[in-house]
Every structure is written in C-alpha cells, then in structure tokens.
C-alpha cells in the first residue's frame, strides 16, 4: 500500500516550458487535490476533483489544468510555466470527509 | 470566507519544555479542525483532529481543544522531543461550504534543541 505517489519529485522548468505532474492513489478514495505550498502562504488549493469525471478549481486555478483520468490518477498541467509557478506541489486525497492524505510534493523551479 | 491564523515561527524551544501553537479560525458553518505536521522533505501527514465544539483531539502526546466560543484550536504538548521538529499547519474544512475541501493556516516551524 504505497497510499498517495507523486512524480517527479524535482524539475526545472524554462519561462514557456510546459509539463505534466502526475498522481496516483492506491486507496480507493473518491477525492483528489492539488495545492502548492510557498513561504508564508500555508497551502493553497489549486484543483480539486471530488469525484472520477469530476474536477473544480480552487483558490488559485490560473495558469493550470487538470485531469482526473481514473479513480485512482489526477494529473495538474502547466501549458507555459511561469517563474510565478515556482513552487512544491502537493497532491492529497480523501475517503473520509475532510481527513486528507498528501503525496510527498513534487519541488519544481521556474526559470 | 473561511480563515485560519496561527502563530508564526520559528519557535525554539528545548527539549522537555511545553508547547504551545495558538490557531483561531473564522467559519459561516460548523467546521471540523484539523493539526496536520510535516517533516523536512515530507508532504503533510494528520496529528489529530476535532469535528465538533468541545472535542479533544489527541495523538502522540499532542492535544488540541476545539473551543467554539473563542474559535480556537490550540495545539499543546507536555514535554517535546528534537523528532518533534517539523513544521506545523492549522487547517479546517467547512460543511457549509461543501465538498471536502481544507483551508489551511500559514503553518508554524518547530525546533527542538537538545
């Protein structure tokens, strides 16, 4: 039971560069998210999806996409990375309602 | 719309001293709250949650009291340990505002030292 899997766990990115941050779950949970995390602004929700074929923006949605492609996997685009995008990327995912379980973050670099 | 203030850190402490990590919150609903802590390099992991006033979370010599009437939930420990150094998020999810979405503190950085 490896619980919530991020990739990749590092990346450096040029202005205009675009990639993909996969996740995965292995616990059955109906929920996934996406937050970023940077210095003295906590975690910030990006997408949510509460259910397979479902997805919701967040607090901060601009400058990304997401696709939920199965129960267990959903993914978070960046089409043109901006060095606004620096950040560490956590994925997280919930049965329960409101217990979230987090992947390890994926640390990418904007240039 | 939902809120959560925390203490900022860093907060030093020693080994064997008390802890305290002061959280309130602002909430339309009846929120559950939450204490969740990271590890360098780590993503978040839950220590102990409330979903209703007056409940007390507990786990591994942490507890945090959810008291309505102040709209708090502050995190205490006896008697901390350098493995407590970690960075510490206050976070609450809302009923009211549907789905299972957290709203998160700016957390708080804990070091122990011997």
């Known amino acids: 039971n490896a619980g919530v899997t991020q990739t990749p766990k590092f990346q450096v990115l040029k202005t205009g560069q675009s990639m993909t941050l996969q996740c995965a779950q292995d616990m059955n949970h109906n929920s996934m998210y996406w937050y970023r995390q940077d210095p003295g602004m906590g975690l910030r929700l990006i997408y949510y999806s509460a259910s397979e074929g479902t997805t919701d923006k967040g607090e901060v949605p601009n400058g990304y996409n997401v696709s939920r492609l199965n129960k267990r996997e959903f993914s978070l685009r960046l089409e043109s990375a901006a060095p606004s995008q620096t950040s560490v990327y956590f994925c997280?995912?919930?049965?329960?309602?409101?217990?979230?379980?987090f992947g390890p973050g994926t640390r990418l670099t904007v240039l | 719309g939902d809120s959560v203030t925390q203490m900022e850190g860093p907060v030093t402490l020693s080994e064997e001293a008390f802890l305290t990590i002061n959280c309130t919150y602002t909430?339309?609903?009846?929120?559950?709250l939450f204490w969740y802590v990271q590890y360098p390099g780590e993503g978040l992991q839950l220590l102990l949650k409330a979903t209703k006033a007056d409940d007390k979370g507990s786990n591994k010599g942490f507890e945090a009291t959810y008291r309505k009437e102040t709209t708090s939930f502050h995190l205490e420990k006896g008697s901390v340990q350098v493995s407590d150094s970690a960075v510490y998020f206050c976070a609450l999810s809302d009923r009211a505002g549907g789905g299972n979405k957290l709203t998160f503190g700016t957390g708080t950085q804990l070091k122990v030292e011997l």
């Open positions: 997280a995912s919930t049965r329960e309602i409101n217990e979230q379980f």
């Open positions: 909430a339309t609903g009846y929120p559950s």
